[in-house]
Every structure is written in C-alpha cells, then in structure tokens.
C-alpha cells in the first residue's frame, strides 16, 4: 500500500522555538509538496521540490524553509515559530508528470504555536 | 486569476440520499482533482479527470470542459461519507506555483 507518512500528527510549539515536520513517501515519487490548510482558505502551497536537493517557493513561503536531501524525504522547518503558523500541514507527493500526475497525501501534522 | 468555486460550502443529508457536489472554475485546465478529507486531516485523491466521466464504487466524477463545470455524485450515501470534499484545478497556464488551484471544500455530513 503507497504511503506518505508524516512524523508527528500533533505538535504544540512556543513562540519563536525552531519546528521540523517530516515528510517521507515510498512510492519513489519525483515531485514532493508542503501545503498549510486553514479554516476559509483552503490549501495553500508552502514550498515543494521536484527532485533531491532541488525546492521551489509556493504562494506562502516567508517564514518556512524545507530540506530534501534524499529523494523519499521532504522537510519543512520553522527557523522561529509565531503564532500565525498556527495550521494543518500537509506533505503530499507525485510523480514527474505534474499535468497528469495522481497527488498522494500524509495524514497531516496539526501544529499549535502559544 | 483562476477561481475555483464549490457549492454548496456546507451539506446535510439523511443516509441513502443521492449527493451531488459541485465545482466550478474560470480558467482552461488541463486536469482537476476531486479530494476527500476526512476528520483528523488525512486526505485522499478521489479522482483525477480530463474529460467525460469516472466511477468508482458509489463516487461518480462528472466533468464538462466546455461548461467549466465538474460534479462529484455519491449514491446510497452512508454516514462513513461524512467528509470535506475539495475539488482542485490544474490551469493550462497559471494556477498556484505547483500548477493546482484548490477550492475552499464542501463539508458533508450524512446522517444515520
């Protein structure tokens, strides 16, 4: 059964503390998506990357970074926490073919910064 | 700017009703998503169409290009359906950096 799994399905956080959330697929997927999902505004796209070591900002990267340093594994990392990333989070990945591709999504880490 | 609108936002309907849910979008596509999440996050591709229509158990994805209009119907619906429903878009050009377009969801809940 393919999967993407998500490190931690729940984390409570202080303000200003540095976050990583962990993002791991075995479905050897190429393409591979940090999206944040809050009340009233849908999915939003953080960052992804289409191949190791290669990332691209999404619509709402200022305060994010991510890592991929092997090909299965895609980390999103919060250099200092606020309150305004307060959020679902949600890895997901796919294959090369971006216009065609099937998207496969984790579980999702639910994240609370006080 | 592609928008991607569903209606309705919010539904409530008695186990066995036919549902239908429906997308709309402005822009031409190349392929859109119909998405399920259920409570506790977690969400899975339902369907990913281009034209005509798929099927898939008690899911009927429908989708018209010309009309800019896609529907998600489920038959002999059951309270296990009771799900966020979202539909996303992926633009011949545009769309978010990724290329997809989601819309904001349809919150279903089916009652015994």
């Known amino acids: 059964d393919v999967k993407v799994t998500q490190s931690s399905r729940y984390l409570v956080k202080r303000t200003g503390e540095k976050v990583f959330l962990e993002c791991v697929q075995d479905?050897?997927?190429?393409?591979m998506f940090w999206y944040r999902q809050d009340p009233g505004l849908g999915l939003r796209l953080i960052y992804f990357?289409?191949?190791?070591?290669?990332?691209e900002k999404g619509d709402i990267p200022e305060g994010y970074s991510v890592s991929r340093e092997k090909k299965e594994r895609f980390s999103l990392i919060l250099e200092s926490a606020s309150t305004n990333q307060t959020s679902m989070y949600l890895c997901?990945?796919?294959?090369?073919?971006?216009?065609?591709?099937?998207?496969?999504f984790g579980e999702g880490s639910r994240l609370t910064v006080l | 700017k592609n928008e991607v609108e569903q209606s309705p936002q919010n539904l409530t309907a008695q186990e066995g009703e036919f549902i239908t849910i429906n997308c709309s979008y402005s822009?031409?596509?190349?392929?859109l998503h119909w998405l399920q999440q259920h409570p506790g996050g977690g969400i899975v591709s339902l369907f990913m169409?281009?034209?005509g229509k798929k099927k898939h158990g008690r899911l009927i994805a429908t989708i018209n290009i010309q009309e800019k209009h896609s529907s998600l119907h489920i038959t002999a619906s059951h309270p296990r359906d009771s799900a966020v429903y979202i539909c996303?878009?992926?633009?011949?050009?545009?769309?978010?950096?990724?290329?997809?377009?989601f819309g904001k969801g349809t919150h279903l809940i089916i009652q015994p």
């Open positions: 997901a990945s796919s294959r090369t073919e971006l216009n065609t591709g099937e998207l496969f």
């Open positions: 479905m050897d997927h190429e393409n």
């Open positions: 990357s289409y191949d190791v070591k290669m990332k």
């Open positions: 822009v031409g596509i190349s392929a």
């Open positions: 169409l281009s034209s």
């Open positions: 996303a878009v992926r633009p011949d050009s545009g769309g978010g950096a990724d290329g997809l377009t």
